[in-house]
């Protein structure tokens, strides 16, 4: 019986704590939004690609709006019109260069550095929901065999040979935009 009560006792003062504590406005980093209960869709129109990277602005918008479905919250179009939000982008800048020299003196790892524009605004209001007017997003990747006339430091050069390095920077950078925009960073 004594045992009884005593769990009893511990049991109210965990719930007791744990009602003072959900009272008080904590709330764990991240976890919060800070988009409007009205944005139901958002427009994810082709981001524009002032780069000399072939078909960048593509894998980049596709990563984006996939990601968005796969959060499962918003409805996603391809079009900035009939939509409660838009969220466009401008790649400005990618950059290739060496990070990693092998023993020949030749390059074994690349850095990309991708500088894009992106900003999400509510299209009944007008205002920016969330911007960063200057994403720098960088990824390292191993060097792969040179195309002759090209330098290892053309990203052009480097994206057509790998591919795969345009696929991970694509779903690398849409997972970081779409966690700033919903998980309120």
């Not at 800048?93 to 030749?106: D, E, F, G, K």
Request: glycine share 8%; net charge neutral.
């Amino acid at each position: 019986m004594r045992r009884v009560v005593h769990v009893l006792c511990v049991l109210c003062v965990l719930c007791g704590g744990a009602l003072s504590v959900s009272g008080c406005g904590y709330t764990l980093a991240g976890r919060g939004s800070t988009l409007p209960a009205s944005l139901k869709t958002i427009g994810i129109p082709l981001f524009t690609n002032r780069t000399t990277v072939f078909s960048l602005e593509t894998k980049l918008t596709e990563k984006v709006r996939s990601e968005f479905i796969g959060r499962g919250k918003y409805t996603i179009e391809s079009s900035a019109t009939g939509v409660d939000g838009v969220l466009l982008g401008e790649v400005s800048a990618v950059t290739v260069a060496p990070s990693s020299i092998n023993a020949n003196q030749l390059a074994s790892r690349y850095a990309i550095t991708m500088v894009a524009k992106v900003e999400l605004r509510d299209t009944k209001t007008n205002m920016v929901l969330w911007d960063n007017p200057s994403v720098v997003f960088r990824q390292e990747y191993d060097a792969t065999g040179n195309v002759t006339g090209q330098t290892a430091i053309d990203p052009t050069a480097f994206f057509g040979q790998d591919t795969n390095a345009l696929e991970r920077l694509s779903t690398e950078f849409a997972r970081s935009i779409v966690s700033a925009i919903l998980e309120a960073f």
